[in-house]
């Protein structure tokens, strides 16, 4: 076997995405302080532009930015007041999806890595 040649591909391409990505929703949708975020009843929509993002970031395909473009994440987090106490429910949440799937080293430390630098850049409220 050929080694994989980017993160996406080591942890296992789509389907470990949709795992961690659908976990993370099911946290999402029982957090009081997450779930009122979200515009939409249904969270089906915010879990694939979630996974597809993810997916492409890591190496995988770019169907992310074929359908929604650029992706500036802190422009489109902007309506949602995200202060430290959102950063910690989403990272709580986040934590437990990416805990289960039991991934390899070096890639569960870089893949957490940027997920907690991620969620701190998306901060846009001190309280
Ligand atoms: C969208 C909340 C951090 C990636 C959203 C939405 C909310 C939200 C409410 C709108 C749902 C929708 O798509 O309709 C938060 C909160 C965060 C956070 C409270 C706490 C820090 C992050 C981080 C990333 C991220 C760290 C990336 C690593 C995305 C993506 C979308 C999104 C890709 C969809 C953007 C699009 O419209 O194409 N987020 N988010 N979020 N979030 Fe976050």
């Known amino acids: 076997m050929s080694e994989?040649?980017?993160?996406?591909?080591?942890?296992g391409g789509e389907p470990t995405f949709r795992r961690i990505v659908g976990r993370f929703y099911e946290e999402v949708a029982r957090d009081e302080i997450l779930r009122p975020l979200y515009p939409e009843e249904d969270l089906g929509p915010a879990e694939e532009r979630f996974r597809l993002f993810l997916m492409q970031y890591w190496g995988g395909p770019h169907t992310y930015s074929d359908q929604r473009g650029h992706?500036?994440?802190r422009m489109r987090h902007a309506?949602?007041?995200i202060g430290p106490i959102e950063r910690d429910a989403w990272l709580r949440c986040i934590r437990i999806a990416v805990d289960e799937e039991n991934l390899e080293e070096p890639y569960r430390q870089q893949l957490w890595a940027y997920l907690e630098m991620a969620a701190h850049s998306m901060m846009n409220s001190f309280v």
Do not use: D, H, Q, T
């Open 4 to 11: 994989p040649v980017n993160l996406y591909e080591a942890i």
């Open 71 to 73: 992706p500036r994440l």
């Open 79 to 81: 309506p949602f007041k």
